[in-house]
């Protein structure tokens, strides 16, 4: 049977729009849940989201890379050296922003956070090409994050947050 003969039976036709049209559904249905998750964030972790402190779920995107660029004030999550699990944090500073110190203070691009600083980020003055500075939530523990880790590969972003509620 010809291509000509194919379309010229409505039966066929229909059965081959329907096949497509499915067909086109299912890859969207898979591409959104290969590429997103959905991650529940516990209330006092170290990215506290909502102000009653009560927990949350969140959208992430885990091909970063194939979507927007991360920028400051983002929430990735993200495996630091020694850590055996990937934690979220607060993208604070990108490569090339200028880091300095006010007193105690973390200042950012000349903007002075609330954070303390720590020792690996006070001898940083800027934040070198392909790196991050990432913070937790609670401003003065000096936990495990760039004030004690320093800027570390914008590589190491295994996904970004997207959608909270």
Sequence with gaps: MTAGGILRNPMKVQKIVRLVVISLVLAGIAYF???FSFRRLPAGGPVDVRPDKTSC??????F???GREVVRGDIVYY???GEE???PFYVAALAGDALGVDGTRLVVAGVPLIYRTGPALEPVARVPDG???LLN???????AD???AGPVPRGGVTARVIAIW
Aim: no cysteine; glycine share 4%; aromatic share 10%.
């Design 64 to 66: 970063p890379s194939w």
């Design 146 to 148: 760039s004030r004690s």
């Design 79 to 81: 495996r630091l050296p």
């Design 33 to 35: 849940f290969l590429r």
């Design 137 to 143: 939530q609670n401003p003065d523990f000096l936990g």
């Design 85 to 87: 699990a990937e934690r």
């Design 57 to 62: 779920m969140l959208v992430v995107d885990r």
């Design 131 to 133: 790196h991050l500075v």
